[in-house]
């Protein structure tokens, strides 16, 4: 252990598409992994022609050419953590899990990153089993929303809302690892809070917050499991790491006004914390 190693800043990797606008993908990963007190490195997915009101266009990186670009950084920097974004096809998927299961990083967190806010499919329906098959085994977190949890069941929305607590159990189960974590996010679920569920075997933890009127939630999803695999690599518990990463983007969303990126579904003001003396 090199010296001061106690007092090292983690390093955390985002593997995951590029959104050109920077509200979500691997460059909103990089912003909220800075921001939540990391050092953060990225292995890009795909490359998308994206901006705040959809997506136009996904060029693939080749399985690989993403297998080449992890063993080049496992080869040569201490990870403390990774998280999983969008992958786009099965061999992507087969790439990123052959590198976890030969490096295996002390914790994964898993954002199955499946459409886009703008309702544009991100992950090929061919790729849905490898990811259930090849890398939920290796998360310890997995982070769908309403919609990505009933893909990954294969039932509908309505079901996952009749049953939050049930559908976020059924996914635990497909995990297959009893020490593994789900957080269902609420940003879906109709009312005036936006809870998220926590749930590992018979834990089961609710984090409320107040829902913000904002067309501003571009890339929520990937900020929010950026900044948990941040917080996490930091504080190395759980519950702490998703309160805070849940506060962070909380006051990410209500600060995105400050911001003037687009005029489709903007982002969310990743450095709101730490931009604030600024001028």
């Known amino acids: 252990m090199a010296d001061g190693a106690e007092n090292r800043i983690p390093n955390v ?4 598409g590029v959104d050109p606008s920077g509200g979500a993908g691997l460059l909103a990963d990089i912003k909220a992994m800075s921001a939540c007190g990391t050092y ?3 292995v890009v997915t ?3 022609a994206q901006n705040t009101k959809g997506v136009d266009g996904i060029f693939d990186v080749t399985p690989d050419f993403v297998r080449e670009q992890l063993e080049t950084l496992f080869a040569d920097v201490r990870i ?19 590198s976890l299961e030969r490096h295996r990083p002390g914790f994964v967190v898993l954002d199955p990153v499946m459409v886009a806010k703008s309702m544009d499919r991100l992950l090929a329906p061919a790729a849905v089993e490898a ?3 090849r890398l939920l085994p290796l998360a310890n977190l997995i982070t769908p929303n309403v919609p990505e949890c009933a893909d990954l069941l294969g039932i509908s ?30 940003g879906h679920v109709p009312g005036k809070d936006a809870t998220d569920l926590l749930l590992s075997g018979n834990v089961v933890v609710q ?14 999803g990937c900020t929010l499991s950026s900044a948990i695999a941040a917080r996490y690599a930091v504080r190395g518990d759980m519950l702490a790491a ?7 983007i909380t006051g990410a969303i209500r600060h995105s006004g400050e911001l003037s990126v687009g005029h489709g579904c903007g982002p969310t003001h990743h450095f709101w914390s730490v931009w604030h003396n600024v001028k």
């Open 13 to 16: 990797l985002s593997i995951a």
């Open 40 to 42: 953060a490195c990225g």
């Open 46 to 48: 795909a490359l998308t």
């Open 80 to 98: 403390d953590a990774v998280k999983i974004g969008m992958l786009s096809n099965a061999g992507v998927v087969a790439a990123v899990a052959e």
């Open 131 to 133: 990811l259930k098959t």
């Open 157 to 186: 929305e309505g079901e996952v809302l009749a049953d939050l607590e049930g559908s976020a159990r059924a996914l635990w189960r497909l995990m297959g690892r009893r020490d593994g974590w789900v957080l269902l996010k609420g």
């Open 207 to 220: 984090f409320p917050a107040e829902r913000i009127e904002t067309k501003n939630t571009h890339g929520t």
């Open 242 to 248: 998703v309160k805070e990463a849940k506060d962070y």
